[in-house]
């Protein structure tokens, strides 16, 4: 079997048992569009040990600094002087800075992978009612952005690495 197909293969076989957990048995702790991200960026990155590792040590450290920026948003109060958006715009600002900066330090160095962790974090807490409370960020469950999106991001990456591998036994 050529190439194309092995991978055509085995992403939609792997992308239907991704979807079975995400809407079946981990509904609610494994979310399909934060693991298809992290899934392509491992292909992108390389498809290969280093691009595991980065997409996930990355994606991880992004979900994290979205983290942060939102408990400190939510200490935004509503009457602020220049108002709500232009100090929650300046807070994701400097944490977007902070983010890109931390690329200094190797471990951190892939950004793209950050930012793909920054931004599903944002699309869960902005999409998903009742997230970006200080509460929820700041509990020991599965509701929390920084724990339930990180999940997604590592089990998306391995089933990036596992089409690689079964793509690879069907070209042979």
Request: aromatic residues 12%; glycine residues 8%.
């Amino acid at each position: 079997m050529n190439n194309l197909t092995a991978l055509s293969l085995s992403i939609a076989g792997l992308a239907g048992v991704a979807t079975f957990l995400a809407v079946g048995p981990l509904s609610g702790i494994f979310f399909i569009w934060a693991a298809t991200i992290a899934w392509a960026a491992y292909f992108f990155l390389g498809a290969s040990q280093e691009a595991l590792k980065n997409t996930i040590v990355c994606g991880i450290f992004g979900v994290f600094m979205a983290w942060l920026a939102a408990i400190q948003i939510t200490n935004i109060p509503s009457s602020a002087i220049l108002g709500f958006p232009f100090w929650a715009a300046v807070t994701v600002t400097f944490s977007v800075v902070v983010m890109c900066l931390a690329a200094n330090i190797p471990a951190l160095a892939t950004i793209p992978a950050s930012v793909l962790g920054y931004s599903s974090a944002f699309a869960y807490l902005l999409q998903t009612p009742g997230k970006l409370s200080k509460d929820i960020l700041l509990s020991a469950s599965l509701d929390n952005v920084l724990i339930v999106i990180s999940i997604s991001i590592v089990v998306g990456t391995y089933f990036g690495q596992w089409s690689g591998q079964l793509s690879a036994k069907l070209t042979k």
